[in-house]
Every structure is written in structure tokens, then in C-alpha cells.
């Protein structure tokens, strides 16, 4: 199984509403990362748990709070967010991450569109 | 300067070409891959290149350490190669990938 599933596949919520995004891979992936993406645009790193442990918070706004609750699971809890922060929020997972050693290739989920109104 | 750029932005081709995506970096990596996502969202790791040329099917990706550059080929290309073509590579230092712009690549038939 070399899948990484996200649900929603799509998302609407106000800006005074509190969302989550749900991550999962049974690959025994280690590490596992979340993305922003917008239109016509590349992938931004926003955070990379290793080992359920955040390694990497690319200075993300306090109304993203993400958790590893396990090693299979990532979530990406929304709340208070702007119309800015619309956008395909992506999840990937690969084998392990650590700082200066080869980057392994990442599984990316098919993402989850998410639209603030 | 970006640390990675790739050409070309968009390319065109008809069924059957061979093409050429390049992408040069101005970083010191650990390894450089190719990506590919098509229309909707999915993302696909194509490559993971340290070093040399590998090939899968109709696809070849070939990297030169020292002059930091890399080219992604598709050989026979079919309408179902369009999509959008990233390179990105891994930074040694901080282990992140750092992604190229993209390239977006129709196939008409």
C-alpha cells in the first residue's frame, strides 16, 4: 500500500468556523509533512513531523495547529482563518527525515481544497 | 535569483515528440526529484536522482552534480504526459525540498 489518503477531498468553512484536515498512510513512513499550494503555484512547506515529533514549523500562523497523533495520522487543525488561506492544503510522507541526510522520496495524498469565505 | 529555476514555463508538444525539461539549482543537495501533477491536484514522485541517469519507461532523468543541473525526458509523448513538471531539489543543509516553479507541459494529439 503506497497510498496517502486526505479527507475532505474539499472544504468550505467560514472564517469563524473550526475545521480539522485528516492525514493517513500505512506505509510505516516515519516522517510526514504538510503543504500549502496555491493556484499555478509550487508547494509550500508549512510543517514536518519526525518520528510524531515537529521538526519543522516554517513559521506558520497560530491558526494552523497541527498533530501527529500517531504514526499513521496527521492532522491540521484550522481555525479563525482568512479568505487568504484558501487554497489545496497537501500531506506527504516518506521513510524519514533528519536535517543533512538524503532527502527520501515523498508520497503525496491527492490534497484537500479548502475555501474561506 | 531563485535557487531553482526550470524551463522551459510551458511547453507544447505533439503526440509523439521527445521533450526536454531542464532544471538548474544553486544549492548544495543531497538528492534532486522530479514531480509530476496533473490537473486536480495529485502530486507523483517521478525520480530521485543523486547522481548519474535513471530511466522508468518512457521517462529519463539525468543529473550533473558539478554543473547543477538536471533535465527530465519523455520520449514518445502522449496526451496523457500532459500535466505539470517540478523539480525540487533536497537541500543537504536543511533536508527540505526546495521547488522549482514548474513546468507545464500539454500534449496534443
Known amino acids: 500500500d503506497t497510498e496517502v489518503t486526505q479527507t475532505p477531498k474539499h472544504l468550505v468553512m467560514g472564517m469563524t468556523n473550526k475545521k480539522s484536515l485528516k492525514c493517513e498512510q500505512h506505509?510505516?513512513?516515519?516522517?510526514m509533512y504538510w503543504y500549502k499550494q496555491k493556484a499555478k503555484k509550487p508547494p509550500e512547506l508549512m510543517f514536518v513531523y519526525s518520528y510524531e515529533k515537529l521538526s519543522i514549523n516554517e513559521s506558520v500562523p497560530s491558526r494552523f495547529s497541527p498533530e501527529c497523533p500517531n504514526s499513521s495520522l496527521l492532522n491540521l487543525h484550522l481555525h479563525a482563518l482568512q479568505p487568504e488561506d484558501s487554497a489545496l492544503y497537501l500531506c506527504?510522507?516518506?521513510?524519514?527525515?533528519?536535517?543533512?541526510?538524503?532527502?527520501?522520496?515523498?508520497?503525496f495524498g491527492p490534497g484537500t481544497r479548502l475555501t474561506v469565505l | 535569483k531563485n535557487e531553482v529555476e526550470q524551463s522551459p514555463q510551458n511547453l507544447t508538444a505533439q503526440e509523439g515528440e521527445f521533450i526536454t525539461i531542464n532544471c538548474s539549482y544553486s544549492?548544495?543537495?543531497?538528492?534532486l526529484h522530479w514531480l509530476q501533477q496533473h490537473p486536480g491536484g495529485g502530486i507523483v514522485s517521478l525520480f530521485m536522482l543523486s547522481s548519474g541517469k535513471k530511466k522508468h519507461g518512457r521517462l529519463i532523468a539525468t543529473i550533473n552534480i558539478q554543473e547543477k543541473h538536471s533535465s527530465l525526458h519523455i520520449t514518445a509523448s502522449h496526451p496523457r504526459d500532459s500535466a505539470v513538471y517540478i523539480c525540487a531539489p533536497g537541500s543537504s543543509n536543511t533536508g527540505k525540498l526546495i521547488f522549482g516553479q514548474g513546468t507545464t507541459l500539454q500534449v496534443k494529439p
Open positions: 506505509m510505516g513512513h516515519r516522517a
Open positions: 544549492v548544495g543537495i543531497s538528492a
Open positions: 506527504a510522507s516518506s521513510q524519514i527525515w533528519r536535517r543533512g541526510v538524503t532527502t527520501d522520496t515523498q508520497y
